[in-house]
């Protein structure tokens, strides 16, 4: 029978888990912002008054109007009347009082775990660094809208920026919930050091890949090279180091961003494929196995929707699950890294 404190931590574990889930909704709707070309519709941010959106036909106007004055109006959608405005306009409000919500998701269970005398103290600092990094992340994400006011498109730097941010707080709190419904005593029966520093590795390659894919997604480079396995005919696309100095390429130019993140998929994916099969030599715990299963269940699953969003140059409904899928698969990895933990001495 679990003690009161045990219980306590199966609580905040869960508290967490659905703040994780949260996160993966945010980042689910944000894909849909993104490859509508919403983001941008939203002219101001005000942390407290943006809870409410225009209500009058003047306020829509008058919101409409602010729209009109930035390139990604006048150069991309010098048709839209007020019905199409409200339409983004709306998808990028959700997007905003998601955030928000999180942000009440968190803080309201932590004050009530706090002041219930239920939060250990070597917890509190971890719980307190998570709430602040997620508020610094909504000023990174105004931060990321602002740059595309004077340009078509927001700054593929502060966009990867922004993903990166959700998933490194996403990983925060995934960990720290694992942490705490598995404690480090009972995570692992054998002595599987050397598998677990594999699965670190994969962790990091896969956590490059999705910044990979930031870049991809900032400068739409999906929507070019739309061919699998190869890229218009060649396996290094032409231009691939046109831009000088060199290491811009991996940052500003669409063929090599693009290809980047083919080759670090594809090195995933054999990682990962790879990995299940070694583990198969160690006895492993059920939930050590269990997180292998899902990896390599996830691993193709992402692999294949990213190759579908390629080729069918990127509709909106596999775009939004291939940039859901990159989370999913994170979370298996990290699911995985956390079951083979080394138990307490």
């Not at 008058?62 to 010098?78: A, C, D, G, Q, V």
């Not at 390629?310 to 956390?338: K, N, R, Y």
Request: contains cysteine; positive net charge; hydrophobic residues 55%.
């Amino acid at each position: 029978m679990e003690n009161s404190q045990t219980r306590t931590e199966r609580q905040i574990a869960y508290w967490l888990l659905f703040v994780c889930i949260s996160i993966f909704i945010m980042l689910v709707i944000g894909g849909a912002t993104r490859l509508t070309h919403s983001g941008l519709s939203m002219m101001t941010w005000d942390p407290l008054m943006g809870w409410i959106p225009p209500l009058t036909d003047a306020q829509w106007l008058e919101s409409f109007t602010h729209y009109k004055k930035i390139p990604e109006f006048y150069e991309l959608n010098p048709n839209m009347d007020i019905a199409g405005y409200k339409g983004i306009f709306l998808l990028e409000y959700v997007h905003r009082v998601w955030g928000r919500l999180i942000g009440l998701f968190f803080l309201l269970p932590f004050l009530y775990f706090l002041f219930a005398g239920k939060i250990q103290k070597s917890l509190r600092p971890q719980l307190i660094a998570m709430f602040a990094l997620g508020g610094l992340r909504g000023v990174l994400g105004w931060y990321m809208v602002s740059s595309g006011f004077d340009s078509q498109h927001v700054s593929q730097y502060r966009l990867t920026a922004h993903l990166m941010a959700a998933f490194a707080i996403f990983a925060y709190m995934f960990w720290v919930a694992v942490g705490l419904l598995y404690p480090r005593s009972e995570a692992s029966l054998y002595d599987v050091k050397p598998l677990r520093h594999m699965v670190g590795w994969a962790t990091l390659l896969i956590t490059v890949a999705i910044a990979a894919g930031g870049f991809v997604a900032g400068l739409k480079a999906g929507f070019t090279y739309n061919t699998f396995p190869l890229m218009d005919g060649r396996f290094i696309p032409e231009g691939y180091g046109m831009i000088s100095p060199f290491y811009l390429n991996f940052f500003e130019n669409i063929a090599a961003v693009q290809f980047n993140h083919r080759i670090l998929a594809e090195l995933v994916l054999l990682f990962v494929v790879g990995l299940w099969f070694h583990a198969k030599k160690y006895e492993l715990a059920d939930r050590a196995r269990l997180g292998f299963n899902l990896m390599l269940v996830m691993v193709i699953v992402q692999f294949a929707l990213g190759v579908a969003t390629l080729v069918m140059v990127v509709p909106l409904t596999l775009g939004v699950a291939h940039q859901g899928g990159s989370m999913l698969l994170f979370a298996a990895a990290l699911f995985t890294l956390s079951s083979l933990r080394s138990p307490k001495v």
